[in-house]
């Protein structure tokens, strides 16, 4: 049943484009369960998915078939290799750019496009360029849109700058803190010096008043400050 489906499809593709039935019949038909479309590749083998032509109607497929014809007889494939190609991305914006081009020859022929078929028009360009000429602005479009996201973007370095400085400020508080705070251990000792005074100046005389202004006691609490 698919592949009498897909037979039609082919002879209607044949009589909507009588000039491309040479190319259209001489595809070699090659099903590949969860492409969910057809495809072909530059051995002209047109690989098909059995449950997209059992969900699309005759006319719609002979109208995807027309497309990837057009893949083939237009070069696609070998036109990629000029473009420089060298990321998935790159890849993805010349395949859009290749459809923009043929699907403006389908629908100058008065072909129906394929559901879902990429209109450039709709994206705000002209019909009737090269694949190049479409890619050249995809490219450009993406590299602007690139430059506003970065100009967007706040400035990192600057942020981590000043996060430091932060961090700096409060070390510096707090070794100022713990400089300028009283230590326990001098006031124990101021204790200690002015017990001992009092003993020494109970203790008789001139002598024992020497420590209580300039003596131990004194040293240990100017110290402990």
């Known amino acids: 049943m698919r592949a009498t489906k897909l037979a039609k499809a082919r002879m209607s593709a044949c009589r909507k484009w009588p000039a491309l039935s040479h190319a259209i019949l001489s595809q070699v038909p090659i099903a590949r369960r969860g492409i969910q479309t057809m495809a072909v590749d530059k051995h002209w083998r047109l690989y098909f998915d059995p449950v997209f032509i059992e969900s699309e109607s ?15 007889l237009l070069r696609h494939h ?6 420089g190609l060298t990321s998935p991305s790159q890849h993805q914006l010349w395949n859009i750019a290749c459809d923009y081009a043929v699907n403006s020859m389908l629908k100058a022929a008065s072909v129906k496009l394929p559901k879902g078929g990429l209109d450039a028009t709709a994206s705000g360009l002209p019909d ?7 890619y050249r602005e995809l490219m450009q479009s993406k590299e602007k849109q690139s430059d506003d996201n970065d100009d967007e973007k706040p400035d990192d370095d600057s942020e981590g700058e000043d996060s ?4 700096a400020s409060g070390e510096d508080k ?3 803190e713990t400089e300028g705070s009283p230590d326990q251990p001098g ?27 300039g003596g131990e006691g004194g040293e240990e609490s100017q110290g402990g400050r």
């Open 128 to 134: 009737n360029k090269a694949s190049e000429w479409y």
């Open 78 to 83: 070998a036109r990629a290799k000029g473009c």
């Open 174 to 176: 707090q070794e100022q």
């Open 164 to 167: 430091q400085e932060q961090e």
């Open 187 to 213: 006031e124990e000792g101021q204790e200690g010096g002015e017990e001992k005074g009092e003993e020494d100046s109970q203790g008789g005389g001139s002598e024992g008043s020497e420590p209580s202004q």
């Open 58 to 72: 005759v006319d719609d497929l002979a109208g995807v078939i027309l497309h990837e014809t057009c893949h083939l």
